[in-house]
């Protein structure tokens, strides 16, 4: 078989590493706290009890496990790396070939209320909307990707290898959808395959003040309401990232050894990103849906790789140095939290042709909002050319 053979894979965890887990679960040492704090320190320790409780002994794996078996998964192997992916072809003879790239938290799996109305619009009461094969990637690294084996896996190796996963499966042009993560992927595969992405689209877009007095000058309220989050967010949230960005391994092992921690770490940010009218995250999202994504981080021992992801980021050159405006058909749609993108400076570095804003959803639109997303998705690509 050749490495560059498109393989089968179905997901099948040894019950040893569910009984490991549930064991490391039952056993945790944890912490005390401050009555009538909240969530201002980080996870309350009673809510995170509560919510591995529930992990250990009512969250059903096998279930989650035979829900994404049902898809059809396979596996190839990129500049020697393993990736996973999800490949859903549409029976709509002019079905768009779309890339769909999950960020962190995040896995294939937040994409799962999309793959009907995507594939299918005409059974989900949409029988004019566009329809669409779908690739869904597990990032290099991530989840049943699994572990990096070498450093170097920054945003432009993963687009290339995105783009030549593309190739294999025999897509020359398509779009492309990202967020958080994606949100820097998309955009670059765009940028350095212009001939053969349709448009790309993204949410969570990250965007910096130009430093044009005149740009400033012409923020409305809302756009200032937006950059003050985003200060707000690189002074008092952002954290994580750089503790990632710097002292990977020194997290890594950190979560890679206790599941609870693991669950904290992710949760927290669920948390903080959906929408804030929430008080829980588990009420803008599935309980059952935030643990199969810590499960899976946890079950493909994937710690390592996920946080080496930012450093890769932190330590590339090119990241942020002085691009072209790209060409390609960019849209951006903005949700409600963690969500700082301004138009006006977008604009600047993107062909941007398609800008919405919602009222609700946050940073994970595809699991909050999925018809806000699919909606948003099928408008923008219905007025491209392909």
């Given at each position: ?380 690509f219905a007025g491209l050319p392909r």
């Amino acid at each position: 078989m050749s490495s560059t053979d498109i393989r089968p894979f179905r997901i099948d965890i040894p019950q040893a590493d569910l009984d490991d887990l549930h064991r490391r679960l039952t056993r945790t040492r944890w912490i005390d706290e401050v009555p009538g704090i909240g969530w201002e320190r980080g996870v309350p320790t009673a809510y995170l009890r509560e919510l591995a409780a529930y992990w250990a002994d009512k969250f059903d794996w096998r279930a989650i496990e035979s829900t994404l078996n049902a898809y059809p998964q396979f596996t190839t192997t990129l500049d020697g790396q393993q990736l996973h992916f999800l490949h859903i072809r549409s029976a709509a003879a002019d079905a768009t070939p779309l890339l769909l790239i999950h960020g962190w938290p995040g896995t294939p799996a937040d994409f799962l209320d999309l793959v009907g109305p995507l594939t299918d619009p005409a059974a989900h009461g949409e029988p004019d909307a566009p329809a669409f094969h779908l690739v869904i990637p597990s990032l290099p690294g991530h989840g049943f990707s699994g572990r990096l084996t070498e450093t170097g896996w920054d945003d432009g190796k993963v687009a290339a290898a995105l783009a030549e996963l593309m190739t294999r499966l025999g897509y020359q042009r398509f779009g492309v959808h990202g967020g958080d993560h994606g949100a820097f992927v998309a955009p670059r595969l765009a940028r350095e395959h212009a001939d053969r992405v349709i448009g790309v689209h993204v949410n969570a877009l990250v965007t910096f003040p130009s430093g044009d007095p005149a740009d400033m000058a012409a923020l409305t309220d809302g756009e200032r309401q937006r950059l003050a989050a985003m200060k707000q967010f690189q002074d008092d949230g952002s954290a994580y990232m750089n503790l990632a960005g710097s002292r990977p391994d020194t997290l890594a092992q950190l979560l890679a050894d206790s599941p609870a921690g693991q669950l904290g770490w992710i949760i927290e940010k669920y948390q903080e990103w959906t929408d804030r009218t929430h008080e829980l995250p588990e009420q803008a999202i599935d309980r059952d849906k935030l643990l199969t994504t810590v499960a899976i981080y946890w079950l493909t021992d994937t710690a390592r790789s996920v946080a080496n992801y930012y450093y890769e980021r932190f330590h590339d050159h090119t990241m942020f140095a002085p691009k072209p405006k790209g060409t390609v058909p960019t849209g951006v749609a903005v949700f409600t939290t963690a969500d700082f993108a301004i138009r006006r400076f977008a604009e600047r570095t993107h062909h941007i042709v398609h800008w919405s804003e919602f009222f609700s959803g946050g940073h994970f639109p595809a699991l909050e909002v999925p018809d806000l997303l699919t909606g948003d998705l099928r408008e923008f690509f219905a007025g491209l050319p392909r």
